[in-house]
């Protein structure tokens, strides 16, 4: 079971860019990175997945290094309303894989 | 498209009350279906998971129960609720069985144990 560590908290200003690191020292070979946001009283939503390397979609992009025991979730000109909780996850899929940590609280300010 | 649907959005019940919390999906056969539970300040915490009818299995052992009447519903029960049971119920679902397909939430219900 890959543990995973984020920060607790991270301050940022609007139209900076914003990198958020989560280390997994004991990914295994199957597992995959997601990483989810979530706002006060809804349900988290899915950022972005990938196996290694960088993958990029039209809200963030994720990098991850050829050993892959961590992973960055990189914010490109962050606003107001990016300001949420993102979490980590790392597994195969499976359910014992599926426990969501702390996360990170971002809080982007004018 | 797949949509999910968790009722009520807010629930207050007095200790010792049942409490039944309905999920259903749209859109997709046979999801893997889950509850989450997040105390106040926590992160999620895994409660129960379900990959077929009346297949349930918990991950955490307490008064809650889950049953899965139909492909599509998820329902979480209690005969007798604790002030430990507050908190923000999470219903979710993937595609598939270990495809590392991603958590689809629902928009949760805030349930708070007087």
């Known amino acids: 079971l890959a543990k995973t560590t984020q920060p607790i908290s991270m301050d940022s200003y609007e139209g900076q860019e914003v990198n958020i690191t989560c280390s997994h020292n004991n990914i295994a070979t199957n597992d995959y990175i997601t990483w989810y946001q979530q706002f006060p009283s809804q349900g988290p939503r899915f950022i972005i997945q990938g196996y290694k390397t960088k993958v990029t979609n039209e809200v963030a992009s994720l990098f991850i290094p050829a050993d892959r025991k961590s992973s960055t979730l990189s914010l490109p000109r962050v606003s107001l309303s990016d300001t949420a909780v993102y979490y980590c996850l790392v597994g195969d899929g499976r359910y014992s894989t599926l426990t969501f940590g702390k996360g990170t609280m971002l809080l982007v300010s004018p | 498209s797949q949509t999910i649907h968790q009722w009520p959005a807010t629930l207050v019940q007095p200790v010792g009350s049942p409490l039944s919390l309905e999920c259903t999906v749209e859109g997709t056969s046979n999801p893997n279906l889950y509850w989450y539970r997040q105390a106040a300040g926590r992160g999620l915490q895994l409660l129960f998971y379900?990959?077929?009818?009346?297949?349930i299995s918990s991950e955490v052992p307490q008064n809650l129960s889950a049953s899965r009447p139909q492909d599509r519903q998820f329902i979480l029960s209690s005969k007798k609720l604790l002030l430990s049971d507050s908190g923000f119920y999470l219903c979710?679902?993937?595609?598939?069985?270990?495809?590392?397909?991603?958590?689809?939430f629902g928009n949760g219900t805030r349930l708070t144990v007087t």
């Open positions: 379900s990959v077929g009818i009346g297949q």
């Open positions: 979710a679902w993937t595609v598939g069985r270990g495809n590392n397909s991603p958590l689809h």
